[in-house]
């Protein structure tokens, strides 16, 4: 590592100190009481949370298979449902202590590895897959602002955010046939000058792949939707797992700006931007600072135990899977 690489790490480490003491703070959040409600979270509660965190997983890595069914080519291999949730956790994990982007892009590119075309599967098809989530969540954000703006109640934000989902499918489709028109006409241009090369390569297999199809964008639309959903629903479990009271709404037109706060990849997964942008955005609806400052703490908690947690079962039960189907092979070998 070089000494530029080592001192952005460190004042990486530092400003997320420094952004969670300026959120212990100005939140006025008395760690001890934190530490004895995460203490006394019960079992029940953690459970609901890992079941969501596995829909989660789930939706994701059915994105993931989505897109990586159409960007692999026939020499490559088809990874198993249980692999993909496995790296897809992992990812999760990561994400923790790194870059959201980076983990989920480092752990699918590695697990793709062996099975052909890893960077282009698992780096560009987990950028592809983010970018949806994004276009989601910048709709999403819209109908966040519409309720600040209007002061209104969570009706009309959820009148909103049904309306500008809707308004999304509608624009995907549409959006995919420009993409694959322009990526058409590069192409042509590239081959009218004799740019005959990895350019116009690259531009033939996207041209000829389902990558760019309307149906295929719409599908991972209303999959980002449905992890919007399942993001909100961990948010609240983790809320009321320590005692805390916030409005489903709240956390709903909160968490758009959050996801646009962990894209900034300014300290490890994003801790400290991630709990100071949730605290404001939460006070702007009307949560008290000082709750939703206390829910940011215990819910960076719970989440990574949570996203562990899915990790280390799912990786082990890959692993037994493989052991077992490979000694099953042997054994037959052997008669």
């Known amino acids: 590592m070089t000494r530029q690489r080592s001192f952005l790490l460190v004042a990486s480490f530092a400003l997320s ?7 212990i703070k100005v939140g006025r959040i008395d760690l001890r009481v934190t530490l004895q409600q995460l203490e006394s979270v019960r079992w029940i509660s953690f459970v609901k949370l890992l079941l969501l965190n596995v829909a989660l997983v789930a939706i994701s890595t059915e994105k993931w298979r989505s897109i990586d069914a159409a960007l692999r080519r026939s020499s490559d291999t088809a990874q198993s449902r249980s692999t993909s949730f496995a790296l897809t956790s992992v990812g999760l994990a990561l994400g923790t202590v790194l870059p959201v982007q980076i983990a989920m892009a480092t752990a699918r590119t590695l697990g793709t590895y062996v099975h052909g075309s890893a960077i282009k599967r698992g780096t560009a098809g987990t950028l592809y897959e983010q970018s949806f989530d994004l276009l989601t ?16 109640a969570g009706i009309t934000w959820l009148v909103s955010a049904v309306l500008l989902t809707l308004l999304a499918l509608a624009i995907v489709g549409p959006a995919a046939r420009l993409i ?23 531009f033939s297999e996207l041209l000829h792949s389902s990558l760019l199809s309307a149906r295929l964008a719409r599908r991972l639309v209303l999959l980002s939707a449905a992890r919007f959903v399942v993001v909100v629903l961990m948010s609240i479990q983790t809320a009321e797992a320590i005692g805390l009271h916030i ?30 942008t949730a605290a404001a955005a939460l006070s702007f609806f009307g949560t008290p600072l000082a709750l939703g400052a206390q829910w940011t703490v215990a819910n960076r908690i719970l989440v990574t135990v949570s996203y562990l947690a899915t990790a280390v079962c799912a990786a082990t039960i890959l692993l037994v899977g493989k052991m077992t189907a490979s000694s099953s092979r042997n054994a037959v070998a052997d008669h």
């Open 17 to 23: 100190v420094v952004l969670i003491a300026i959120l």
């Open 137 to 152: 969540v910048a709709f999403l954000a819209i109908a966040s602002g519409i309720t600040w703006l209007s002061k209104a």
């Open 180 to 202: 694959c028109w322009l990526a058409a006409h590069a192409a042509r241009v590239a081959a009218a000058e004799s740019r005959v090369g990895v350019l116009l390569h690259d």
């Open 247 to 276: 409005a489903l709404w709240h956390m709903a037109a909160a968490i758009p700006f959050v996801v646009f706060a962990s894209v900034i990849a300014l300290t490890p997964g994003g801790l400290g931007v991630n709990e100071l």
